[in-house]
């Protein structure tokens, strides 16, 4: 069965420092899709990004970037020099393609402090 | 300006009572979901739909019913609540076709069980 794991639970960083959250993916399919989601305190989730199984091209919009490594089964992102309107909890989720269930990791909560 | 719209950002029910969470898109989407969101345990699916009246079961239906007469309506039904269902609920949609397969989400309702 697919699994999401984002081991950081909570990260707190100060304001311009880069961070990275983890994501693993556990998964027996050749074709798949990975996003990301943040979920800023007025809780509604808001898309980031889509990556296919078939492109590990690494991705950066503006402050943000997304290394995806089918070698590691990972999708990491990072944000450079951190805002505190960054803070939030972020959600990194896989779905199968072809069918609608969306498996999400538990999110890692980021802080970032003035 | 796309949107997921739930009826209640905060709800209060009693044991036993029988609850509705409603939950319109204006995207003409085919799927639309339910979710319940819980600290450490991230986002898990209870019910969705890919059609009008169609429903498969999530990972967590136990104690929930939905309905969906409308594409652009769907119900989540607790049908007689208890206080382990205190939680976030979290309604989204997607396209079956076009777009990223990304899902747009509602603000959530915060169901406290007394």
């Known amino acids: 069965a697919q699994k999401v794991t984002q081991a950081q639970t909570e990260i707190s960083v100060v304001e311009k420092e880069d961070v990275t959250l983890d994501c693993v993916y556990e998964?027996?399919?050749?074709?798949?899709?990975l996003f990301w989601y943040k979920q800023p305190p007025s809780g509604e989730l808001v898309f980031l990004i889509r990556?296919?199984?078939?492109?590990?091209q690494n991705e950066i919009s503006g402050r943000y970037s997304w290394n995806f490594q089918k070698s590691t089964s990972s999708f990491n992102f990072t944000i450079t020099a951190s805002q505190v309107v960054d803070s939030a909890v972020y959600f990194c989720?896989?779905?199968?393609?072809?069918?609608?269930?969306?498996?999400f990791g538990t999110g890692t909560r980021l802080k970032v402090l003035a | 300006d796309v949107k997921v719209t739930q009826s209640s950002r905060y709800l209060v029910k009693r044991t036993g009572e029988k609850v509705f969470l409603e939950c319109v898109q204006d995207?003409?989407?085919?799927?639309m979901f339910w979710y319940r969101q819980d600290p450490g345990l991230g986002l898990r699916l209870i019910y969705f739909?890919?059609?009008?009246?169609?429903?498969e079961k999530g990972d967590i239906p136990e104690g929930y019913s939905v309905s969906r007469e409308k594409k652009e309506r769907f119900s989540l039904i607790l049908e007689s609540a208890s206080t382990n269902q205190t939680s976030m609920y979290l309604c989204?949609?997607?396209?079956?076709?076009?777009?990223?397969?990304?899902?747009?989400f509602g603000p959530g309702t915060r169901l406290t069980v007394l």
């Open positions: 989204a949609s997607s396209a079956t076709s076009g777009g990223l397969n990304e899902q747009f």
């Open positions: 989720a896989h779905l199968t393609s072809g069918t609608y269930k969306y498996i």
């Open positions: 995207m003409d989407h085919e799927n």
């Open positions: 739909s890919y059609d009008v009246k169609m429903k």
């Open positions: 990556r296919n199984s078939f492109d590990e």
């Open positions: 998964t027996r399919d050749t074709t798949y899709y």
